[in-house]
């Protein structure tokens, strides 16, 4: 078991890619703690994964919130002794063009995205340096690398989170905490397919055309990515135990985007 003991915070994780993630790490041995906005939610993945209660918790947690990531962090800290593996995957999205976004919707989104991989990073290193080891995984997307139009701030914060990450990555070395960045491509999650009439509308094409001509189009098979393939890629980040494998992005898209 790759994570055997370890302990991991999942943010966003009562469902889609980060609950992917949380099943993952917990079959490889790791306790997990399910932190969500929806708290009932939370404990329902948690109680599916574990449902002694021993090896997975769930966590209310608005990664906006200062108080409540401190407090949340506190709590799996003290309920399973160490927290090894953080990974900042809360996200939303909201499509519009720049000259129509509302500011705060813009603000929304921001908080969210980057003000949430901050504070929950900064909870998550206070005991990582304590401990002299850890592993920070932040979710990206290919829009840390690249542009679509009607995603100013999506796109904006998942670049930002490559300048993040690789500040940790040299702050957390002499501790041993390691940082990377994963770049999905299209996940069919509900996230997805929420923006999927959204633009239609707004690019004035059908839906079908939404799937086809913008978000498949560059990749090498027509394939969406799956929470699988996000989860097995954050299993490797988190299980690699040197400093070779630090600052890093890994792009998950069916060669949507290549570097």
């Given at each position: 078991?790759?994570?055997?003991?370890?302990t991991?915070?999942v943010?966003?994780?009562a469902?889609g890619?980060g609950k992917?993630?949380?099943?993952?790490?917990?079959?490889?041995?790791?306790?997990?703690?399910?932190?969500?906005?929806?708290k009932?939610?939370?404990d329902?993945?948690?109680?599916e994964?574990?449902?002694t209660?021993?090896?997975a918790v769930?966590?209310?947690?608005?990664?906006a919130?200062e108080?409540?990531?401190?407090?949340?962090?506190?709590?799996?800290?003290?309920?399973?002794?160490?927290?090894d593996?953080?990974v900042?995957?809360?996200?939303?999205?909201i499509?519009a063009p720049?000259?129509?976004f509302?500011?705060?919707k813009?603000?929304?989104?921001?908080?969210?995205?980057l003000?949430g991989?901050?504070l929950?990073?900064?909870?998550?290193?206070?005991?990582m340096?304590?401990q002299?080891s850890?592993s920070?995984?932040?979710m990206?997307?290919?829009?840390?690398?690249?542009?679509?139009?009607?995603?100013?701030?999506?796109?904006?914060?998942?670049?930002?989170?490559l300048?993040?990450a690789?500040?940790?990555?040299?702050?957390g070395?002499?501790?041993?905490?390691?940082a990377?960045?994963?770049?999905?491509?299209?996940?069919?999650?509900?996230?997805?397919?929420?923006?999927?009439p959204?633009?239609?509308?707004a690019?004035?094409?059908t839906?079908?055309?939404?799937?086809?001509?913008?978000?498949?189009?560059?990749?090498?098979?027509?394939?969406f990515?799956?929470?699988?393939?996000?989860?097995?890629t954050?299993?490797?980040?988190?299980?690699?135990n040197?400093?070779?494998l630090?600052g890093?992005?890994?792009i998950?898209?069916?060669?949507w985007?290549?570097?």
């Open positions: 078991m790759q994570l055997k003991d370890k991991a915070i943010t966003g994780s469902s890619i992917e993630i949380a099943i993952v790490f917990a079959r490889e041995g790791a306790k997990v703690a399910i932190a969500d906005l929806d009932k939610a939370a329902a993945t948690a109680k994964i574990d449902p209660g021993k090896r769930g966590v209310a947690m608005d990664v919130n108080e409540q990531v401190d407090a949340g962090t506190a709590m799996v800290i003290k309920t399973f002794g160490t927290l593996v953080l900042s995957n809360a996200g939303i999205q499509v720049v000259v129509d509302e500011f705060a813009w603000k929304r989104l921001l908080a969210i995205h003000d991989a901050f929950t990073t900064r909870a998550a290193l206070r005991q340096y304590k002299k850890g920070i995984i932040y990206g997307s290919v829009h840390s690398k690249e542009a679509s139009k009607l995603k100013a701030p999506y796109v904006a914060a998942k670049h930002a989170l300048g993040l690789r500040v940790v990555a040299k702050e070395a002499e501790y041993g905490v390691r990377n960045v994963i770049c999905p491509g299209f996940v069919r999650t509900p996230l997805v397919d929420k923006q999927i959204e633009q239609a509308k690019l004035g094409i839906e079908q055309q939404v799937i086809d001509n913008v978000m498949l189009k560059d990749t090498v098979d027509h394939q990515t799956t929470v699988e393939d996000v989860a097995e954050a299993l490797f980040l988190a299980g690699f040197s400093n070779a630090t890093q992005s890994i998950v898209s069916h060669g985007f290549m570097e």
